[in-house]
Structures are given as structure tokens and as C-alpha cells.
């Protein structure tokens, strides 16, 4: 099996039973509710990656644990496709030739405008753009640059869904990959959700061998934090402290 391959279809893949789950008997909670608050709050979004694999085991162990996300009737419509070594090696070399090229995103899901989401919403959205100015400076065009290099991840996954698929089945793939990243927070593995990572979605077609009959929706890299400057700025723009509304 190629070892892209070897995530292609995780829904198909076993149920694991974990010790968590003799744990949670019996009314009694399989964590406490503080380390769970402690996880939630210790992921959030990395844009510059170090130069280190992922353990092919760990990326694993995290896709299982998100196998536990709940699904309409347990459809589990969702499939991850993961490229690490060549395969990612060859996608990037493909993804920075057209971002360079200037080549505008085609994204399967197409971004909406953000004068199409609520006044709240676009509140927000101006005020992470703020943020990434004010604590980046001059330096703050890093922040796009790294969009352009798959913010040098080691490790990328793609979620597809069926071109058909029903609007519940987009619901349930943002429970799968929620839990994927918190499973992946849990193994001191950092992560980030990027609509960069399927701006071309032909590439990923290409180069994992996704069907035609299939969207990729969104992308996660994955891997370990770099102490590059934009992880300072991240770490005080993007603290939970920070998350406005
Ligand atoms: C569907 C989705 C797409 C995203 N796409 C991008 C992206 O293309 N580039 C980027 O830098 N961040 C992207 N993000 C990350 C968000 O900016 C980030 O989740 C948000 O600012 C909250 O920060 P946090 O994840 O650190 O809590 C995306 C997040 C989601 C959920």
C-alpha cells in the first residue's frame, strides 16, 4: 500500500474501543471537565511548521480517535486523505508553481464574500486582520506567504465528502475534523484548518488519487509549531483570550 493510501478510506476502518470508554461508565466522566478545557484551549490555528515529520502510527491513532465524531444515522460520510514524504514533496512543488503564477483558488466549496456573512461575522473577521497588523508589522505580508507554502507543513490532510452530498454530511465533517485536531492537540501535534490547502483541488485530486466523484472540502496540516516570528504574533492574536464576539 502506498503510504498515501493508507488513510483513504478511514470511515471503512475499524471501530476502536478505547480505555476512555470503560472509564465513562457508569455516569462517571472518562476526563475531567478542566482537562478537557485545558485541550480545547490548547489547540488553535499554526501557520509555520518545523521541518519534523509526523509519526505515519500517530496520524493513525489521531484519524481514529475522530472516528468518534457523531454522524447523521453514524453515516460517517466523510473521507481523509493523507500526503506526507514524495507525495507531499511533489503536490507542493505543483501548489507554489501556480500560487506563483498568481492562478486565483477554484476551492470546491466556494468562499463566500464577507459581506454575505452576518454584521457580527465581518466584525470578527476585521478584527483577526487588525490583529495580524498590529502584532506583525511590516512583517505581516508573512502572513500570506505562508498560505503559498502550505504553511511548510509536514503533513497534510484532505476531507472529502461525495460531489452529491447532503448538506448534513458537511455538518458531521466539521464534527470529524474538530475532533481530529483536538485528538492531534492531545499528542502534542499542532494543527491548522486552511481553506489554502484546497484552493486548487485538482492537485489534490492528482496527486492522492481523490475520484472524480468526490469534493475535497477542506484541508488540515499538521505537524509541530516553529518559533518563527508569526508564531509569536499568533500566540498573542490568537490566544483563546482573544476570540471576540
Ligand atoms: C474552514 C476554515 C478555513 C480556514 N482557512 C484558513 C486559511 O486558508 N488560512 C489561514 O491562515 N487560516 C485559516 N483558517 C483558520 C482560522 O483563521 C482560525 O481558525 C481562526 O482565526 C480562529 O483561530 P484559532 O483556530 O487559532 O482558534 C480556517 C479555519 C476554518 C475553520
Not at 481523509?80 to 505543483?94: P, S, W
Not at 516570528?229 to 471576540?244: H, L, M, Q, T
Request: aromatic share 8%; proline share 5%.
Amino acid at each position: 500500500m502506498k503510504k498515501r493510501d493508507f488513510l483513504k478510506n478511514a470511515a471503512a476502518a475499524a471501530a476502536v474501543a478505547t480505555p476512555a470508554l470503560a472509564l465513562a461508565q457508569d455516569g462517571k466522566p472518562a476526563c475531567s471537565g478542566a482537562d478537557f478545557s485545558t485541550l480545547v484551549r490548547a489547540r488553535h490555528s499554526v501557520r509555520d511548521f518545523l521541518d519534523k515529520p509526523v509519526d505515519e502510527q500517530a496520524l493513525r491513532d489521531i484519524v481514529s480517535d475522530a472516528q468518534q465524531a457523531p454522524s447523521w444515522v453514524n453515516a460517517q460520510e466523510w473521507k481523509v486523505y493523507a500526503a506526507t514524504g514524495e507525495t507531499l514533496a511533489a503536490f507542493r512543488r505543483d501548489f507554489q508553481a501556480r500560487a506563483a503564477s498568481g492562478e486565483k483558488g477554484a476551492s470546491d466549496i466556494p468562499p463566500a464574500h464577507r459581506t454575505s456573512w452576518s454584521q457580527a461575522a465581518q466584525k470578527n473577521m476585521q478584527r483577526l486582520s487588525v490583529d495580524v497588523g498590529a502584532h506583525m508589522g511590516k512583517e505581516a505580508g508573512v502572513f500570506a506567504q505562508v498560505q503559498d507554502t502550505l504553511f511548510n507543513a509536514p503533513a497534510l490532510l484532505f476531507f472529502t465528502l461525495p460531489k452529491e452530498y447532503p448538506q448534513f454530511a458537511l455538518l458531521d465533517l466539521g464534527g470529524f475534523y474538530q475532533t481530529l485536531m483536538l485528538a492531534a492537540t492531545a499528542r502534542g501535534i499542532d494543527s491548522i484548518p486552511a481553506y489554502a490547502i484546497v484552493k486548487y483541488p485538482d492537485l489534490a485530486h492528482k496527486h492522492l488519487g481523490i475520484p472524480a466523484s468526490e469534493i475535497v472540502a477542506i484541508g488540515v496540516a499538521l505537524g509541530y509549531k516553529s518559533t518563527a516570528k508569526i508564531r509569536a504574533v499568533e500566540d498573542a492574536a490568537f490566544c483563546p483570550s482573544a476570540k471576540y464576539t
